[in-house]
């Protein structure tokens, strides 16, 4: 029996490749590309057509740099990341991935990653029956997965904020492996972050060993505002020529060294030319997220939830705390850039989310650290904020360079409040404010960035591109018209400018809506 083949009609096709624009018509059947044809080649009577007249018909866009790991557990669809495009999401990043979880730390591991991500039943422990319980829920966007290490280093040794001894590490390697053999694309490191943050060099360097030259050492750097360039020396070195180094959301966070990214992307460059196979991600905003007890200095954190909330209690801890937070610039420190700057997110409660430090500790009568204190306090640690810290002609530059790929850095769904922006705005932003608006990148480049890049940089081999034979993911955009709309005030408004999305040759978003149906799946690494 013959397959129904449908074919998207009348369109211009960006293929990924950076590739000028073309006409033609895209021919889909069994879930590929069966053939890319020119525009005014005769069809069959039995082919179904779509009119893409006025449309760009691209690759459907891959989001290097997701934290949507649990949307497969929700039981409302999150389409934040399906209806600006994407069709796949590199999960598990920041060190953080939903397992291992070693029966031994269960408890520690639960308590840190119930800070960023919303209350879920857990009903695994290994990486293997994690992906099980994820497939049985069914996926929105299709998930390549990595797999965290502050996750393999609580299943080793819990919370503690020391080096890890021989034996730690190797178990943490023995857990890396499984993962690896069930599937995920690589490792993740978020090393400003508990209890990566306490890791030495050694500990990396065993576990990149293990990734193997088609593998993805992710990281999210110990430093990226006053001792970026360190951090970058030190993440270059985790992995040697051993595999392949992926810089997560590039930045420069600290006021003093604004206007200094020529220098970030000179550095990346120059590993490249001495034989390292390294690339980086952006995303399209001067403001970061996370969780908000990432304001503490690291000594804060270790021993796990218990200690830290034992602390906030301490005014001798207190003390030293403020001092390190006004004061230090050794360690990733969020206040640097002023008190104003950090603005709540989301909290367990929902209080106090759209208000800066600042303006919070005016509306309670105290200062911004005893703000901040007290709601880490009420609301047991489960708060995020955006942080406004970058310098905007650092994200431009960032964004120019050709190996920078686009990840939206969106925190996971479920968490209500006021998300960052770039969770509904990533993709449309830089195709209509970056590339057809400012013209910092060609419309065609901009593609590449979000199709074929990073499929290259995590081995997708099956799409990222429109050609005969790939998978048939693809979107269809207004490219007059496409833009975000989600602000800080409002950021969780849809884009406009997107019409329809297609995953694996089913239709998900017409009309810029989703439609209801998963189709997405975990993708496995070769």
């Known amino acids: 029996m013959t397959s129904r083949i449908t074919a998207l009609t009348g369109g211009t096709i960006i293929d990924g490749t950076g590739a000028p624009a073309r006409p033609g018509t895209v021919l889909i059947a069994d879930g590929v590309i069966t053939d890319v044809v020119e525009p005014a080649a005769s069809l069959a009577a039995d082919i179904e057509t779509v009119d893409c007249s006025g449309l760009v018909i691209a690759p459907g866009f891959i ?32 060190g953080f991935s939903l397992a291992p979880v070693d029966p031994f730390n269960e408890e520690a591991a639960h308590t840190l990653l119930a800070r960023i991500f919303p209350p879920m039943d857990v009903s695994w422990s290994r990486v293997d029956e994690l992906f099980a319980a994820l497939e049985d829920r069914r996926l929105i966007t299709h998930h390549a997965p990595l797999v965290g290490h502050n996750v393999l280093r609580i299943a080793a040794m819990g919370a503690d904020g020391r080096t890890a001894e ?57 430093n990226e505002s006053s001792r970026v360039f360190e951090s970058i020396a030190e993440s270059l070195a985790a992995v040697g020529e051993r595999c392949r180094l992926h810089v997560s959301h590039v930045k420069i966070a600290d006021p003093q060294q604004w206007g200094r990214m020529d220098d970030y992307m000179a550095a990346l460059d120059q590993a490249r030319e001495n034989g390292q196979d390294v690339y980086q991600d ?17 000594w804060f954190h270790d021993g796990g939830e218990p200690a830290v909330l034992s602390r906030l209690e301490s005014a001798e801890a207190l003390e030293r705390a403020l001092h390190d937070m006004e004061n230090d610039r050794s360690y990733e420190n969020m206040v640097i850039g002023g008190w104003d700057k950090i603005v709540i997110s989301s909290t367990r409660s929902h209080r106090y989310e759209g208000a800066s430090l600042t303006e919070l500790a005016h509306r309670l009568g105290v ?24 310098h905007e002609d650092d994200v431009r530059t960032a964004l120019q ?62 799409r990222g591109v429109i050609r005969r034979g790939a998978a048939a993911d693809l979107v269809t955009f207004d490219p007059a018209a496409i833009i975000d709309t989600a602000t800080y005030a409002e950021p969780t408004n849809r884009p406009r400018g997107i019409d329809r999305v297609f995953q694996e040759g089913r239709l998900v978003v017409k009309g810029g809506l989703w439609q209801g149906q998963r189709h997405g799946r975990r993708l496995k690494a070769a």
């Open 63 to 94: 989001d290097t740099h997701s934290h949507a790991d649990n949307a497969p557990l929700l039981a409302e669809d999150d389409v934040s990341k399906i209806e600006q495009g994407v069709t796949t999401e590199v999960t598990g990043n920041c």
């Open 166 to 222: 021989p034996d730690e590490v190797a178990a943490m390697v023995r857990e890396l492996e499984k993962a690896l053999e069930a599937g995920a694309f690589g490792l993740s490191s978020g090393l400003i972050y508990p209890p990566g943050l306490f890791s030495d060099p050694s500990e990396l360097r065993a576990l990149t060993a293990l990734l193997g030259a088609e593998r993805v050492y992710a990281t999210h750097m110990r």
């Open 282 to 298: 952006a995303y399209p905003y001067s403001a970061g997220s996370t969780m908000l007890t990432a304001t503490l200095p690291p």
């Open 367 to 390: 200062t911004p650290f005893e703000a901040l204190v007290r709601v880490l306090r009420e609301e047991q640690l489960k708060a995020t904020m955006v942080v406004h810290f970058m």
């Open 401 to 462: 360079h050709p190996l920078t790929a686009i990840g939206s850095d969106g925190l996971p769904p479920g968490t209500g409040g006021r998300p960052h922006p770039r969770t509904f705005g990533t993709f449309p932003r830089v195709l209509g404010h970056y590339a057809r608006d400012e013209g910092i990148m060609s419309l065609e480049d901009a593609v590449r960035r979000m199709t074929q890049l990073p499929a290259q940089i995590f081995g997708l081999t099956d």
